[in-house]
Nanobody, 111 residues
Framework: QVQLVESGGGLVQPGGSLRLSCTASGITFSAYAVHWYRRPSGKEREVVAISTVSNQTMYSDSVKGRFTISRDNARSSAYLQMNNLKPEDTSVYYC?????WGQGTQVTVSS
C-alpha cells in the first residue's frame, strides 16, 4: 500500500518561513519525480516545485527564489522550504509522485 504523508503546514506571518515534509512508503522513492502542488481557495491547482529522479529542480514563477525543493531518498522523503511567505501562498499543499497523492497540509499566511 502506497502512502504519501505531508506535514509541516501551519499559520505563519507574512515574511515568515515553513518547511513542509513528504514521507513516502510502499514505493521505491528514488525512482520517482516528486511534485509539490497547491490549490488556493477558488483557484486551479498549480505545481509549485518539482524534483526529478536526477535531482534537477524546477519552480513556478510565483515561488522561484523563495521556495526550495529537496529530497532525501534514503529517508523516502521530500521537503519544501518556503521562505518570505506571502498571503497569496495560502493554500493546501500536496505532495505528488506519479499515480499517488498525499492528503495535503494547510499553509496559511496571515498577520
Amino acid at each position: 500500500q502506497v502512502q504519501l504523508v505531508e506535514s509541516g503546514g501551519g499559520l505563519v506571518q507574512p515574511g515568515g518561513s515553513l518547511r513542509l515534509s513528504c514521507t513516502a512508503s510502499g514505493i521505491t522513492f528514488s525512482a520517482y519525480a516528486v511534485h509539490w502542488y497547491r490549490r488556493p481557495s477558488g483557484k486551479e491547482r498549480e505545481v509549485v516545485a518539482i524534483s526529478t529522479v536526477s535531482n534537477q529542480t524546477m519552480y513556478s514563477d510565483s515561488v522561484k527564489g523563495r521556495f526550495t525543493i529537496s529530497r532525501d531518498n534514503a529517508r523516502s522523503s521530500a521537503y519544501l522550504q518556503m521562505n518570505n511567505l506571502k498571503p497569496e501562498d495560502t493554500s493546501v499543499y500536496y505532495c505528488h509522485v506519479p499515480q499517488y497523492w498525499g492528503q495535503g497540509t494547510q499553509v496559511t499566511v496571515s498577520s
